[in-house]
């Protein structure tokens, strides 16, 4: 240090200056104070009495500005609690009393360095005089959004939170005040001995269940809203002591959650669900793949079976045919064939004994459709062949002799067996034109002359190279025709 | 609490352009100061005395 009178250097603890006799004991005595105050300050700082620092700080100052310690402790509190330019003020002012050898340099630099934080802390700064403005000009709402953001921006900047505490406090919102306490009590961690906050906290500390308080005031008429603080009622005790609940509800959380729900639903129609329909529909398709084809195989096992159904029903009924036929069909139809053959055979054998006529009649009975064996029928064809002629000639002599009252009719005409030999004459050969013509003669003998001449014209017409024909020609110009 | 009292109390912090103004507005003043203006003072003045004597003794 230098003699206050000369100037001169003078060494550490020197009573006097040696250049110029002067008495350094009260000067030293000064510069002890100002360290005294110093290291109050340290300690006061140590334990964030800041406030009670500054004060000290600045009394040591007052007593020795060169104390480049205290001015730089002063700096470095100034800066704890948001006051940037006061703490680069006194760090400048140190750097100017001691160019070397001093820390200001390392927290200007620090400062500095960084231009965004610089600009930081200016925009911050810039922020909280805008708050204030607004909050004296009556726009609480406004200070209290600026000065959000700028307790957000720089938390320990104590004069932000202590006036955001004050707006929260002013407010009618019953939760401001939970707010306002929540700030103090962030705040006060930092200076624990800052009046401002601490008059605060006991306005907010300072409620008790009154109820002669507030019977009072509620008989008073409500005066100006802004001049005095409003009093926490009796259930807003418990929560300047229960523990800080969130901020006012705000719609953005509930908005971001209802978008979520959206976008979870939107991801959920869009992506999830056409995913599961489309399984679903695969699954399904699978099983109706698997049905279809387990369908096809039973209806191929079906189509196999009937086949083979029909196949056993078509053995069982040749089965039962040939049974039927080893047992000669139904009784009926047996004993018609029985009859059948019994009377071919007996037709045949009146064949063979020449008995033309018999054997005819015995072949006329039987139904000739019912002979299935081939030899059957050849037999009944050349029987029938050589039997009906004949028969018709023998009945046709029959007939002749019954009209003419010849032979075994001698002397007695029977036109009625006449007729009925006569036209079973025809029945075995249509072709017998002397059985016609006498058919002929018997009608016209028994007065049936149209029937009569229907036989004739018949022998005409269709046998002209018949002998009978002149007869016809005859026996027609007798009846007038 | 009276909200305006209390909202006076706050004063617009100083811009970081402000800084310099600030630092020449820094009351610069101390004890040392002092002590050394009544040191040179006195110094002053016992050789004013003594020149006042002088000029006394020499009118004397």
């Known amino acids: ?481 | 609490m009276d909200f305006e009292a209390e909202l006076a109390k706050f004063q617009p912090s100083l811009d970081i352009e402000q800084a310099e103004d600030a630092i020449y507005g820094n009351k610069t003043t101390d004890v040392t100061d002092l002590v050394q203006s009544i040191i040179n003072n006195t110094v002053t003045g016992n050789e004013n005395v003594k020149n006042k004597s002088i000029e006394w003794v020499e009118e004397s």
Not at chain 1, 49 to 65: E, M, R, V
């Open chain 1, 1 to 481: 240090m230098n003699c206050p009178r000369c100037n001169a250097s003078v060494p550490f603890r020197r009573t006097w200056c040696s250049n110029c006799g002067q008495d350094l004991r009260d000067y030293w005595k000064i510069i002890s104070l100002s360290n005294i105050y110093y290291n109050k300050a340290l300690g006061q700082a140590k334990i964030r009495d800041l406030t009670g620092a500054i004060a000290s700080l600045k009394q040591s100052l007052q007593f020795n500005k060169l104390n480049t310690n205290a001015r730089n402790l002063l700096g470095l509190i100034y800066f704890e609690t948001g006051e940037i330019v006061s703490a680069l003020s006194e760090w400048v002012i140190s750097k100017h009393y001691q160019d070397e050898n001093n820390d200001a340099d390392m927290y200007i630099n620090e400062i500095q360095s960084n231009p965004n934080k610089l600009e930081m802390h200016s925009q911050i700064i810039r922020k909280y005089n805008s708050a204030l403005d607004s909050a004296k000009h009556g726009d609480e709402d406004m200070a209290i959004i600026q000065l959000k953001k700028v307790t957000s921006q720089n938390p320990k900047f104590i004069r932000a939170n202590q006036l955001l505490a004050l707006l929260y406090m002013m407010s009618d919102k019953k939760d401001n005040r939970t707010k306002a306490l929540k700030i103090l009590n962030n705040i006060i961690k930092i200076d624990v001995t800052n009046t401002t906050t601490l008059a605060y906290l006991q306005e907010l500390s300072d409620i008790r269940p009154k109820t002669e308080h507030f019977a009072v005031k509620a008989e008073e008429p409500k005066t100006s809203t802004r001049k005095t603080l409003p009093r926490l009622e009796e259930s807003d005790q418990y929560k300047t002591i229960t523990p800080y609940k969130e901020e006012k509800p705000s719609v953005l959380p509930f908005l971001n959650v209802i978008i979520g729900i959206i976008t979870g639903l939107a991801v959920m129609y869009f992506l999830i669900m056409p995913h599961m329909k489309s399984s679903q529909a695969g699954n399904a398709n699978d099983d109706f793949k698997k049905y279809s084809e387990d369908q096809a195989a039973a209806d191929s096992d079906l189509t196999v079976l009937k086949s083979q159904n029909e196949t056993l029903q078509a053995k069982v009924k040749n089965l039962q045919n040939e049974i039927e036929e080893l047992q000669g069909g139904d009784n009926a139809q047996g004993e018609n064939l029985l009859e059948t053959y019994e009377k071919l055979l007996k037709a045949a054998n009146l064949f063979l004994n020449e008995d033309m006529e018999k054997a005819a009649r015995n072949l006329k009975e039987i139904d000739s459709s019912g002979l299935e064996n081939a030899s059957a029928k050849k037999i009944y064809n050349k029987v029938a062949e050589a039997s009906f002629e004949k028969a018709s000639e023998s009945l046709y002599i029959q007939g002749r002799d019954a009209y003419n009252g010849e032979n075994e009719y001698a002397g007695a005409k029977d036109y009625d067996k006449a007729k009925k030999f006569l036209q079973e004459a025809l029945e075995y050969n249509p072709d017998n034109t002397d059985a016609m013509y006498f058919l002929g003669r018997t009608y016209q003998q028994t007065s049936k002359p149209e029937k009569a001449r229907e036989y004739y014209e018949k022998i005409i017409n269709d046998y002209p190279g018949s002998p009978r024909v002149a007869d016809a020609n005859s026996r027609l110009r007798e009846l007038g025709g």
